[in-house]
């Protein structure tokens, strides 16, 4: 019994031993904590440099993305449908082809846009045709008549210079009678005279008549030339290209099918200007304005979608849920627009501007305080001292308090591990490649 007690007691003392050693051992291998000169622990904050400036409120909102610009294009001229693009698909992005360089036209023109559709256009181009022969066979026709007026004016010049002998002439032998030309004479001549006279009438008559042919035919060339325009106009409807460059929400034809003038054939809308209703606090109704800068962006990415201003803000307050509206008009590009019309959106509204503040994050203060750290004087390598401070704050946001006083431009206020520090309290302050969850020395947070 004795022995076994013995046996017993030594064992102990063994284990004992051994968990003193361990201890000793796995003391000696802890690292050393800081400590300020004075021997106080010092704790690890990371702290952030106070900027003085102007802060602008971002009033955020949902809202819907509504196109400004919607168009139901419709056939102009009946016929079957021939063609029809692939891009002419529900959510097809329709994206205009660049302007060539000193064309003088720009990339939004009709004729730079994709086409759509492509209708029969067989008898339009033989009435273009037709229309075209009249108006080579009036042009014809004007032509010969200037060939004819020429011709008329030549047989009217060459008798003026007939009948202006045929006077002189007359002249000359009228005083010859009778004494050396019988009246026969005379009267001869007076006749080759009358017969000039009314071959001049004749040929101006003609000459008139002429001219006026030559206007009504113009007159009929102009017309003609209206009628092959507007059968240009006929024949290029038949090609019918989206309106303005979008996105295709709704094809309403198919290949094949006959349509009559006005017919729906497609629905396009313009993303790259965009209508956002978006719903806000009451309390905030005093701090939005038209022409207030507006940002959109889908809720689940922060990729920019549209850019704009306020355009106009709904005028009375909603009983029910307390909110009103603030209509913006955002601008984009197309081709970059992930977003279908209808689609909810992320607003952000530049609200009123604070001058000459200091935007501190909330997390930052302890009830109304805020603790700042200053350079320690002791000479303590990369250590600092903490003051207490109880700043003016002129507004409090939701992740932020506006400062007006009691904190200075360029010093370093305190965002962690403000329950383990006070008034004189020596600390460390976290470098940039520091893990924001170190951990204390010796786990001690005083």
């Keep these: 019994m004795r022995r076994r007690v013995i046996t017993s007691v030594v064992v102990i003392v063994g284990v004992l031993f051994l968990g003193v050693m361990g201890f000793k051992k796995l003391a000696d291998m802890r690292k050393k904590s800081q400590r300020s000169d004075k021997g106080v622990l010092a704790p690890l904050v990371r702290a952030e440099i106070a900027k003085r400036g102007d802060f602008i409120e971002t009033l955020r909102g949902f809202g819907r993305a509504l196109p400004l610009e919607r168009s139901i294009v419709k056939a102009e001229v009946a016929g079957i449908v021939r063609e029809i693009s692939d891009k002419l698909e529900a959510g097809t992005a329709i994206l205009a082809a660049p302007a060539k360089t000193g064309s003088g036209a720009t990339a939004g023109d009709a004729t730079h846009l994709p086409i759509l559709i492509r209708l029969d256009d067989r008898d339009l181009e033989d009435r273009l045709e037709r229309a075209r022969d009249d108006v080579r066979a009036a042009e014809a026709e004007i032509e010969l008549l200037g060939t004819v007026k020429g011709t008329l004016r030549e047989q009217l010049a060459i008798t003026d210079d007939d009948l202006a002998t045929a006077e002189r002439e007359f002249d000359r032998i009228k005083p010859l009678v009778p004494k050396q030309l019988t009246r026969s004479d005379l009267d001869a001549q007076r006749l080759q005279v009358t017969t000039r006279r009314r071959a001049k009438l004749l040929l101006e008559a003609q000459i008139k008549e002429n001219v006026e042919a030559v206007k009504v035919a113009e007159a009929r060339l102009d017309g003609l030339r ?22 295709i929400v709704e094809r309403m034809v198919g290949l094949g099918e006959s349509v009559r003038v006005g017919d729906p054939l497609f629905t396009i809308v313009n993303l790259s200007r965009m209508q956002v209703p978006v719903a806000l606090a009451a309390g905030r109704y005093d701090e939005v304005h038209a022409g207030a800068p507006a940002r959109v962006r889908l809720p689940e990415e922060s990729a920019l979608l549209w850019e704009g201003s306020v355009s106009r803000v ?15 008009v955002v601008t984009g590009t197309p081709t970059q627009t992930p977003a279908p019309p209808g689609a909810h959106v992320v607003a952000e509204i530049e609200g009123r501007t604070h001058s000459d503040v200091i935007a501190v994050p909330r997390r930052a203060f302890l ?62 302050l976290l470098t940039a490649d520091e893990p924001e969850k170190a951990k204390q020395p010796n786990g001690d947070t005083k």
């Design 226 to 247: 209206r009628g092959v325009r507007l059968a240009e106009r006929e024949f290029g409807r038949a090609v019918v290209r989206a309106p303005f460059a979008g996105r």
């Design 314 to 328: 709904a005028p009375n307050i909603n009983a029910e849920d307390r909110t009103f509206y603030a209509y913006l």
């Design 367 to 428: 009830e109304d305080r805020i603790f700042v750290a200053t350079p320690a004087k002791d000479g303590a390598e990369e250590t600092f001292v903490v003051s207490e401070r109880r700043p003016t704050v002129v507004r409090f946001l939701s992740g932020f308090a506006l400062v007006s006083d009691g904190l200075e431009d360029g010093e370093r206020f305190l965002v962690t591990n403000l329950e383990s520090v006070a008034e004189g309290s020596v600390v460390r």
